[in-house]
């Protein structure tokens, strides 16, 4: 069983910044790979970054260098580092984890979620 759980979510002015960070506990293992994704009212869950136990990231096209995703394996952490934001970021962020060392975007691959953090971004 795995356990994760997101902050760091708020209120932002357009162009403002914010840290995300999700915090696995439970039966969690290295090569696990952690993703980031996102969900706004109305519409699907979609996939905003990813990271694998290497440290190796992919994100979504949409992010454009403006997100950063980070992992602190000894604290089983990962953030996520929002700056430049847009009212278009406004969503609730997930946390989730693949048992795949080298997961990409896709949510099947991932089979543990937390509960989500809003974020809003006003204009």
């Known amino acids: 069983q795995v356990q994760l759980v997101e902050s760091g979510g708020g209120l932002v002015q357009a162009g403002g910044s914010l840290r995300l960070s999700c915090a696995a506990s439970g039966r969690t293992a290295i090569t696990d790979s952690i993703g980031w994704f996102r969900q706004a009212p109305g519409k699907e869950r979609e996939f905003v970054a990813a990271?694998?136990?290497?440290?190796?990231?992919d994100y979504a096209e949409f992010v454009k260098g403006r997100f950063t995703i980070s992992r602190d394996n000894a604290k089983n952490t990962v953030s996520l580092q929002l700056n430049s934001l847009e009212p278009e970021d406004t969503a609730v962020y997930y946390c989730?984890?693949?048992?795949?060392?080298?997961?990409?975007?896709?949510?099947?691959?991932?089979?543990?979620w937390g509960q989500g953090t809003q974020v809003t971004v006003s204009s």
């Open positions: 989730a984890l693949s048992r795949l060392p080298y997961a990409t975007y896709r949510v099947s691959q991932f089979v543990s």
């Open positions: 990271i694998r136990w290497t440290g190796n990231a």
